[in-house]
């Protein structure tokens, strides 16, 4: 069954300090991975895309990495801003390129909360 | 412009109206959505177009009628709701079905009340 795990559901951290949040995926095949994130009551927005081949890459304090083998990725922000409280979601697509078959599989998501 | 506008924002309406929700595009993206979400969950796939054909119905009610009316718009009509299907209800366009990143609209607060 194609499905992404995301942990921790929630995450308080005080302004400044960095974090890490995970995302765990069985979906396949595979075919790219994102970070979105959703500010409340908003629509998502795309922080990073990761292909399988790619390991690592960066957006500003955001940089997202990407194990396929172990079928992980993790999202890593620096120096928190307040304005970086919001919802945190991994979507991976895959399961095919027909279309009808292609998915895009949302995870829960992690709620971060950075307080000053 | 990479932006994809929802409205209304907000929308509050009793279980017998019709109301209608409204999505507009203008990357030339050729596959767009609906998407229900409910409070601290993901957003749930609705509806899919593509090239103005519904391509996909996740089984949802037809209280929910969804109209492509032209590649850059998509609607949503409603029409004897329940209070359960109130919900931020979000639109995306994608430049194709398949391996392309979704754009997603700023989202409609639906109330039934």
């Known amino acids: 069954k194609n499905q992404v795990e995301q942990s921790p559901q929630s995450l308080i951290i005080l302004e400044g300090k960095n974090c890490t949040l995970q995302c765990n995926y069985t979906v396949s095949p595979f075919s790219n991975l994102r970070w979105y994130k959703q500010d409340t009551g908003r629509g998502p927005v795309s922080l990073t895309i990761?292909?399988?081949?790619?390991n690592t890459k960066s957006n500003g304090r955001y940089t997202a990495t990407l194990d396929a083998d172990t079928k992980q990725s993790s999202l890593h922000i620096t120096a928190s801003q307040l304005s970086d409280s919001a919802s945190y979601i991994c979507?991976?697509?895959?399961?095919?390129?027909?279309?009808?078959?292609?998915?895009?599989?949302f995870g829960t998501g992690t709620r971060l909360k950075v307080l000053a | 412009d990479t932006e994809v506008t929802q409205t209304p924002k907000h929308l509050v309406m009793g279980m017998t109206n019709k109301k209608s929700l409204k999505c507009e595009q203008h990357?030339?993206?050729?596959?767009m959505y609906w998407y229900k979400q409910k409070a601290k969950k993901p957003p749930e796939l609705m509806f899919v177009y593509s090239y103005e054909k519904l391509s996909i119905n996740e089984s949802v009610p037809s209280r929910f009628s969804p109209e492509c009316p032209n590649s850059s718009l998509l609607n949503l009509h409603l029409h004897a709701l329940q209070p359960e299907d109130s919900a931020l209800y979000l639109c995306a366009s994608s430049q194709d079905r398949t391996g392309y990143e979704q754009y997603f609209g700023p989202g409609t607060r639906l109330t039934v009340t």
């Open positions: 990761m292909t399988f081949s790619e």
């Open positions: 990357m030339g993206h050729r596959a």
């Open positions: 979507v991976v697509s895959g399961g095919g390129t027909t279309s009808g078959t292609y998915k895009y599989i």
